[in-house]
């Protein structure tokens, strides 16, 4: 009988939140999945408000995806305008309550197969980011 192993890569930087302002957007540069797409990527965002959240006190974390790492879904990618939001792939929400660091883990799980994407975050907290990063680890899988 075949035994089915999964692995997990060491994480890494895709994304640095800088001092994102309260109710902007920030976007990944394209992220490339390779031709053997994972079978799963596992996200860990984590962010240090700046101050105590105020309002929905909130990360957002969604994807835009593509197929040719030319033309990927639409909504915002930077700036305050939230009138494209809904286009985007929605992928988790990191509740910011206070001011200690706040870090969650997301799982790519579910969304459309693509092999390019793009992460975008959505400051919602009421307060800018101190500081603050998304991680990415890739789920690979062996059968023996």
């Not at 101050?51 to 957002?60: A, D, E, M, N």
């Not at 939230?82 to 206070?98: K, R």
């Amino acid at each position: 009988m075949a035994t089915f192993t999964q692995a997990q890569s060491a994480r890494s930087v895709v994304l640095n939140l800088g001092t994102l302002a309260s109710g902007t957007y920030i976007t990944s540069s394209a992220i490339d999945l390779g031709p053997a797409i994972p079978l799963d990527i596992t996200l860990e965002i984590e962010c240090d408000p700046n101050g105590t959240p105020t309002g929905s006190r909130q990360l957002i974390l969604f994807a835009k995806l593509s197929l040719d790492n030319v033309n990927f879904g639409s909504g915002p990618e930077s700036g305050t305008d939230a009138t494209n939001e809904a286009d985007l792939h929605w992928i988790g929400t990191l509740p910011c309550n206070d001011t200690n660091v706040h870090r969650k883990l997301f799982s790519l799980q579910g969304l459309p197969i693509s092999r390019y994407l793009k992460l975008v975050v959505k400051n919602d907290m009421g307060v800018a980011v101190s500081s603050g990063s998304i991680y990415r680890a890739d789920i690979t899988g062996l059968s023996t």
